[in-house]
């Protein structure tokens, strides 16, 4: 079955907790704190893999998560980072958020792409001694890992998409140009998944082409099979749209042509001024004249216009070389770039309990709302780091570091970051 959608539950791995730790050896006087840190823990990473189709791995399982980081231990020795968890995914799928429809990564190239950071290791006592606090009998936990749920959407990568009404000859012409094999017969709707074929020509030329199922008027509404597969036509490069010029189903091939325009351009815009060829099939079911006024109607919509017959291969080679030709002044096959993440607004953050404790003169806030704006923040840039300081003010963690006691040049720790307190 073909499955070019799924939602599932990712969830990356937490960090390892820090040891606190002192060296005891014979003979060695002193030896301090040699707690280690705890390893990182594991992130979500998908890759593209050209063995996958189909989205079919996700259909029955659901969720997923990755390992988590072990914790340190004595004598400095940091825990070991979590494994990564891959998801392997066809080339060509979009990951969403699920809740807001951000979209997190496009697995189109050969790269692994991180969606989740595995949570960072806590730090071991080691870090915590100075000349007034040696004896440091605290280490921080390691950070969770986040979760999301995602939206996986398949769209195929394919440089030539064909469209038109259902039995007008597409898979025909697929099958006649490359070497896939799609369900051909005399009835609506026998493709019922979307079928790429490689058409290889002459001097190494080649191209990818997709034969998408056959759509009908309000398809962009969810009439008929082909609405289920519109999203696999967006990245192709050139539309080619097969119009059975015959009229052997009993409707108008010009008609036919603006209805299947119509639902492009309801569907999405921007596939409405995508560049198309005029395939006109079936030219041995009529006369020369209708083909003609089919040209002309055609052309004066500025389009080119092609008749075939696609099962005796007639007129096809002359179409594939314009494709060849107009596919060399096209840009690459569309990749989506990742959309960052919105900062929120302070009073728009979902707040919850907060707890301070004091540990060896050091104010530690825990607050796991908070965690969650701490792993949108980039500590190393100006402007982020304002954005953090006007959340803990708006959000009332600085009154509540206030009420603990806090004073101008003490050390608060909040996770992972340590910084003296400014009144």
Same mark, same amino acid.
């Given at each position: *079955?073909?499955?070019?959608?799924?939602?599932?539950?990712?969830?990356?791995?937490?960090?390892?907790?820090?040891?606190?730790?002192?060296?005891?050896?014979? #003979?060695?006087?002193?030896?301090?704190?040699?707690?280690?840190?705890?390893?990182?823990?594991?992130?979500?990473?998908?890759?593209?893999?050209?063995?996958?189709?189909?989205?079919?791995?996700?259909? #029955?399982?659901?969720?997923?998560?990755?390992?988590?980081?072990?914790?340190?231990?004595?004598?400095?020795?940091?825990?070991?980072?979590?494994?990564?968890?891959?998801?392997?995914?066809?080339?060509?799928?979009?990951?969403?958020?699920?809740?807001?429809?951000?979209?997190?990564?496009?697995?189109?190239?050969?790269?692994?792409?991180?969606?989740?950071?595995?949570?960072?290791?806590?730090?071991?006592?080691?870090? &915590?001694?100075?000349?007034?606090?040696?004896?440091?009998?605290?280490?921080?936990?390691?950070?969770?890992?986040?979760?999301?749920?995602?939206?996986?959407?398949?769209?195929?990568?394919?440089?030539?998409?064909?469209?038109?009404?259902?039995?007008?000859?597409?898979?025909?012409?697929?099958?006649?140009?490359?070497?896939?094999?799609?369900?051909?017969?005399?009835?609506?709707?026998?493709?019922?998944?979307?079928?790429?074929?490689?058409?290889?020509?002459?001097?190494?030329?080649?191209?990818?082409?997709?034969?998408? /199922?056959?759509?009908?008027?309000?398809?962009?509404?969810?009439?008929?099979?082909?609405?289920?597969?519109?999203?696999?036509?967006?990245?192709?490069?050139?539309?080619?749209?097969?119009?059975?010029?015959?009229?052997?189903?009993?409707?108008?091939?010009?008609?036919?042509?603006?209805?299947?325009?119509?639902?492009?351009?309801?569907?999405?815009?921007?596939?409405?001024?995508? +560049? *198309?060829?005029?395939?006109?099939?079936?030219?041995?079911?009529?006369?020369?004249?209708?083909?003609?006024?089919?040209?002309?109607?055609?052309?004066?919509?500025?389009?080119?216009?092609? +008749?075939? *017959?696609?099962?005796?291969?007639?007129?096809?080679? /002359?179409?594939?070389?314009?494709?060849?030709?107009?596919?060399?002044?096209? /840009?690459?096959?569309?990749? #989506?770039?990742?959309? +960052?993440?919105?900062?929120?607004? +302070?009073?728009?953050?979902?707040?919850?309990?907060?707890?301070?404790?004091?540990?060896?003169?050091? &104010?530690?806030?825990?607050?796991?709302?908070?965690?969650?704006?701490?792993?949108?923040?980039?500590?190393?840039?100006?402007?982020?780091?304002?954005?953090?300081?006007?959340?803990?003010?708006?959000?009332?963690?600085?009154?509540?570091?206030?009420?603990?006691?806090?004073?101008?040049?003490?050390?608060?720790?909040? #996770?992972d970051v340590q910084f003296d307190y400014i009144a």
């Amino acid at each position: *079955m073909f499955i070019d959608s799924a939602k599932i539950h990712v969830q990356a791995g937490s960090g390892g907790a820090g040891a606190v730790s002192f060296r005891r050896e014979k #003979y060695v006087a002193a030896g301090g704190p040699d707690g280690g840190d705890g390893g990182r823990g594991g992130s979500v990473v998908f890759l593209a893999d050209d063995n996958l189709s189909t989205l079919s791995d996700y259909r #029955y399982r659901r969720k997923f998560v990755a390992k988590n980081g072990e914790d340190g231990r004595g004598k400095r020795c940091s825990g070991k980072k979590g494994e990564d968890l891959v998801l392997r995914v066809p080339r060509g799928t979009l990951v969403k958020d699920a809740a807001t429809g951000r979209l997190l990564a496009d697995i189109s190239g050969d790269e692994p792409q991180t969606v989740l950071q595995g949570g960072r290791g806590g730090w071991g006592n080691v870090h &915590f001694a100075t000349p007034t606090r040696q004896v440091p009998r605290f280490a921080k936990p390691g950070t969770p890992g986040m979760e999301l749920d995602v939206q996986l959407e398949l769209k195929l990568l394919a440089d030539v998409g064909l469209v038109g009404f259902p039995n007008v000859g597409k898979s025909t012409l697929v099958s006649v140009v490359s070497e896939a094999r799609p369900n051909i017969a005399n009835y609506h709707f026998t493709t019922l998944t979307p079928v790429l074929g490689v058409v290889h020509l002459s001097e190494g030329r080649s191209f990818v082409m997709a034969d998408i /199922p056959g759509l009908v008027e309000g398809a962009w509404q969810g009439v008929g099979l082909g609405h289920q597969f519109l999203r696999h036509v967006e990245r192709c490069r050139l539309l080619l749209h097969i119009v059975d010029v015959s009229g052997s189903e009993g409707r108008d091939p010009k008609e036919d042509f603006q209805i299947i325009n119509a639902e492009l351009r309801k569907f999405n815009p921007e596939l409405a001024e995508r +560049p *198309m060829l005029v395939a006109g099939n079936k030219c041995d079911l009529t006369d020369e004249a209708h083909v003609e006024a089919f040209r002309k109607f055609v052309e004066e919509q500025g389009y080119l216009f092609y +008749p075939i *017959m696609a099962p005796i291969r007639e007129g096809v080679d /002359p179409l594939l070389n314009k494709i060849t030709e107009e596919l060399s002044k096209l /840009p690459p096959i569309r990749s #989506y770039e990742p959309e +960052p993440a919105p900062l929120p607004k +302070p009073e728009e953050i979902s707040r919850g309990e907060v707890r301070i404790t004091r540990e060896d003169g050091i &104010f530690v806030v825990e607050a796991p709302w908070l965690l969650q704006v701490m792993q949108s923040v980039n500590f190393d840039d100006y402007e982020s780091l304002q954005y953090f300081q006007r959340v803990l003010l708006e959000t009332g963690v600085d009154a509540r570091l206030q009420e603990a006691g806090v004073q101008d040049g003490d050390t608060v720790s909040i #996770y992972d970051v340590q910084f003296d307190y400014i009144a």
